[in-house]
């Protein structure tokens, strides 16, 4: 090899190496991915009260656990920029869900 075509393989090297490397997308095996590919919810929705955020959840998923699983997702993913009060309103949400569980599962409470 003659030193331009070892500065050529040099640069290019290099340049490789500046090339991020492509983010993988979310692993379709953990439950989270599917919170977030197939339901997008309106803006402001957890900003209603509880009832309205329950029974839209409700509405939105196929299964009472679900619902659950969503709302969940949010409170974690929201962590500390809740404020107290928001908070209860979303545990308030979360006790409207295990009581239409509880209802339609003929007693099984989910979260507990």
């Known amino acids: 090899?003659?030193?331009a075509a070892i500065l050529r393989t040099a640069l290019e090297w290099i340049d490789?190496?500046?090339i991020r490397p492509r983010r993988?997308?979310?692993?379709p095996r953990k439950w989270s991915?599917?919170?977030q590919m197939h339901w997008h919810p309106k803006?402001?929705?957890f900003?209603?009260?509880a009832e309205s955020i329950a029974l839209g959840l409700l509405e939105a998923s196929k299964t009472p656990r679900l619902a659950m699983a969503r709302l969940v997702f949010y409170i974690n993913r929201a962590g500390r920029n809740l404020s107290h009060e928001r908070v209860r309103v979303l545990e308030h949400a979360k006790e409207i869900i295990r009581g239409h569980a509880f209802i339609?599962?003929?007693g099984a409470?989910?979260?507990h």
């Open 43 to 45: 803006p402001g929705f």
């Open 1 to 3: 090899m003659n030193a």
């Open 24 to 27: 993988h997308s979310a692993d």
């Open 33 to 35: 991915a599917g919170v």
């Open 104 to 106: 339609q599962g003929g």
């Open 16 to 18: 490789a190496s500046r």
């Open 109 to 111: 409470i989910i979260g």
């Open 47 to 49: 900003l209603k009260d």
